[in-house]
């Protein structure tokens, strides 16, 4: 297994940085109101903007760390954990491995059939 080393902070810095990002597409594709803060969001509106950050930022890293066993799921897990403390929301301290195996999971399952592919290995 390899182990990412990655502090809760930084990693929730990196989520917070993503998240305010997705806010502001979605607010640009008026699918949440312009003007809106993460803050003012309710709790559906706000793990669907955690997920979709969770998954561009798994898809930003390498493929071959992604794909290999790793601690990402913990890290992933311990990240929106601390989000409850950052947003005031206690839901988050409710996220469980099982939820973040399941955002990840996907990608991990492409990432390594594509690394299977002899097309992939001679590009």
Request: aromatic share 6%; glycine share 2%; no cysteine.
């Amino acid at each position: 297994m390899i182990e990412i080393k990655i502090t809760i902070d930084s990693a929730l810095s990196l989520l917070l940085d993503r998240m305010n990002l997705e806010l502001k597409l979605r607010q640009r594709d008026r699918i949440i109101h312009a003007g809106s803060r993460l803050e003012d969001l309710s709790y559906e509106e706000l793990f669907l903007i955690v997920e979709a950050s969770i998954f561009d930022t798994i898809f930003m890293l390498p493929m071959d760390l992604v794909a290999q066993e790793t601690n990402l799921i913990n890290i992933i897990t311990g990240t929106v954990k601390a989000l409850s403390r950052v947003l005031n929301r206690e839901e988050f301290k409710l996220f469980t491995t099982r939820q973040a195996t399941a955002i990840i999971q996907p990608i991990i399952n492409l990432f390594q059939s594509q690394s299977k592919m002899k097309d992939f290995r001679n590009n």
